[in-house]
């Protein structure tokens, strides 16, 4: 015991580091945070009056409509989409008609038996019952989940956020907006709304599921720089003391966003990072040196986050792209991406993956934002083709997906 409370007291002697007691910058950095979501969505009115026009139907009791939702990460698709369903479950409140909405992500749920299970769960959760857990047939888990939403008596949204993770495995959006015309449901009905970031996903899917579906889209352009100022003075107002933000800051991370990806998410985290630069400096207010400073750090940051959820075989085609693209072979086509992934698979002891799997990691590795593709004719002498591109500075993928992979 004594000798406990000596080393204690020696440690509290000795150290000479403490927590600060005040902030200079930062009010609160909950609202820089991606969980954050705003009130009300600003620069997004067009998009908002799209998906109420497409969703008040219901309203009136007919069946919904099914929605494709397209646009580039943080462009505020999910945002934007929360947001309006809150407001039309609110009405239905109001107005004593009962719609209600789930929502089930498909970076965790990449298959249909996945967002069939997950939903399921998500209702029965909702009225008090325990999960089901897995080992049930994909069949059975539909016929429960019809059950669940058919005790509902409801007009039921699902809205399947990063949809495109499905990949080929679409059946789930084939059987749920044809529940009620199967007979599955008598008192309520299923509206579906999938949010992509891929613009060509519709063309992916089969024939049957694009008849099934017979959607409305509703597409999100990156934002301009002068909707993401907007979008920065609304968060500084929140979360940064008065008068710390120096000219210049909001214009100069607007621009650096709206010239990389239009993305408002990239912009907030170069406002917050900046402040953190400024805090870590003892300055008085957030400059535009800070600013790019700042900026080296989220793209970084970036990177590193992007990579986090990656199998071993995504890393190392990522990998691959960004040999090519520090030895200058950019735009590329596959073949030579296989070529390149091959040497470096076995460089690290695994077994290589096929051609088709590979392109399925390219695809992915598009979605994400870390490779650009781009299609080519050269006509009947040379056919169509894709050409990739590494989107994101290729020595800060080398270096973290080499640590990753070590």
């Known amino acids: 015991m004594g000798g406990f409370i000596n080393r204690h007291v020696e440690f509290s002697v000795m150290t000479h580091h403490e927590f600060r007691k005040t902030r200079d910058i930062f009010i609160t950095k909950d609202v820089f945070s991606e969980n954050y979501s705003p009130e009300v ?5 067009d998009e908002i009056d799209e998906y109420m026009t497409a969703l008040e139907d219901s309203l009136f009791g007919d069946q919904p409509s099914n929605i494709l939702t397209y646009g580039k990460t943080g462009v505020g698709k999910t945002v934007v989409t929360k947001y309006v369903l809150n ?3 609110e009405t239905a409140t ?3 008609v009962d719609i209600e909405y789930f929502e089930v992500n498909c970076g965790s749920n990449q298959t249909s038996y996945q967002v069939a299970l997950s939903l399921l769960n998500k209702i029965r959760a909702q009225t008090g019952q325990s999960p089901l857990n897995r080992g049930y047939g994909f069949s059975e ?15 039921v949204y699902v809205m399947i956020d990063e949809i495109d993770y499905l990949g080929g495995d679409d059946r789930i959006l084939y059987e749920l907006p044809r529940a009620y015309k199967n007979g599955y449901l008598d008192t309520s009905f299923v509206g579906v709304i999938g949010i992509s970031n891929d613009y060509s996903y519709r063309q992916n899917l089969s024939s049957k599921v694009k008849d099934t579906l017979q959607e409305r889209e509703i597409r999100f ?3 301009n720089a002068s909707e993401l100022q907007s979008i920065l003075r609304e968060r500084a107002s929140e979360g940064m003391k008065s008068g710390v933000v120096g000219n210049g800051v909001i214009e100069q991370c607007a621009a650096l966003g709206a010239r990389d990806t239009g993305s408002a998410r990239q912009a907030i985290d170069l406002l917050r990072e900046a402040g953190n630069v400024a805090e870590e400096a003892s300055a008085d ?3 535009v040196s ?10 970084r940051g970036r990177i590193r986050d992007g990579v986090t959820d990656l199998t071993d075989s995504g890393l ?19 073949k030579s991406i296989v070529s390149v992934y091959e040497e470096i698979a076995t460089h690290y002891g695994r077994r290589p993956l096929g051609e088709s799997r590979i392109r399925d990691h390219v695809g992915d590795l598009t979605m994400l934002g870390f490779v650009t593709e781009e299609r080519k004719n050269l006509g009947r002498a040379g056919g169509q083709f894709y050409q990739y591109s590494l989107a994101v500075d290729s020595d800060l993928v080398y270096d973290v997906v080499s640590e990753r992979l070590s």
Do not use: C, F, N, W
């Open 87 to 89: 407001l039309l479950v």
């Open 141 to 155: 888990v539909m016929s429960r989940l019809y059950e669940q939403i058919e005790s509902l008596d409801a007009t």
């Open 316 to 334: 190392m085609v990522l990998h691959a792209v960004a040999s090519l693209a520090r030895s200058g072979e950019t735009p590329t086509r596959l």
């Open 290 to 299: 800070h600013v790019e400073h700042a900026k080296e750090r989220v793209k």
């Open 94 to 96: 109001e107005r004593d």
């Open 221 to 223: 352009p990156p934002y």
């Open 41 to 45: 969505p600003i620069e997004r009115d």
């Open 285 to 287: 207010e957030v400059e």
